[in-house]
């Protein structure tokens, strides 16, 4: 008897392991608001981009084993939210960023500001949809949610380094078009756009 006290496995002797629920609770915690960020940036439209996040996570709940496995499913999720964002777009017509509701943005200290803030928000939203859609994907990822190159090239099926080489072409080409529109960096120092 005091034998068999012995073999006790070590993993009852450590933590108890969090249930899935609790896995998937930390998961969405850790993660939606960024799964979110990156869909409203690539629908600019809030309520879809609550709709869309909302079945990413609902997908999840129903098709991931393992939510505690943080890397891997964060993998799956943008992944999936790439996929219905593509199939959103098959539905709808496309919906230049201009649109974007102000209400999504922090707001000015000025009416002035404001309306600079629009007409650079309008700007940059042009130019935004004149990238490819791969270009538009990796800035997101990238910007809005916040991946490593790494992660983000496990999502688009390529290698880092052509993550990287992505990224500094797609984003040559947003500086060039916004120079076309007029913004210059000087814009920025002046903290028009704050």
């Known amino acids: ?22 896995s998937f609770a930390a998961l969405y915690e850790a993660e939606f608001s960024r799964v979110y960020g990156f869909v409203n940036f690539r629908t600019g439209n809030e ?13 999840a709940w129903a098709r991931l084993r393992d939510p505690g496995e943080r890397d891997a499913a964060a993998a799956w999720l943008f992944t999936t939210a790439r996929r219905l964002v593509i199939d959103h777009y098959r539905r709808a017509p496309l919906r230049a960023l201009a649109s974007v509701d102000e209400s999504a943005y922090p707001s000015s200290r ?7 803030s629009n007409e650079r928000l309008a700007i940059l939203g042009r130019c935004l949809t004149d990238l490819a859609d791969r270009d538009r ?13 790494r992660e983000i090239a496990s999502l688009v099926h390529t290698s880092e380094g052509n ?8 984003l040559r080409k947003l500086r060039d078009r916004l120079a076309t529109e007029g913004y210059t960096a000087i814009d920025r120092l002046e903290g028009v756009t704050e």
């Open 163 to 170: 993550v990287a080489k992505i990224l500094h072409r797609a």
């Open 110 to 116: 000025s009416p002035e500001i404001a309306a600079v």
């Open 1 to 22: 008897m005091i034998h068999s006290a012995w073999r006790i496995p070590k993993r009852s002797a450590r933590s108890p392991v969090p249930s899935r629920e609790e």
């Open 47 to 59: 309520t879809i981009a609550e709709d869309i996040a909302a079945e990413v996570f609902a997908r």
């Open 137 to 149: 994907d990796v800035i997101g990822l990238r910007f809005v949610a916040r991946l490593r190159n």
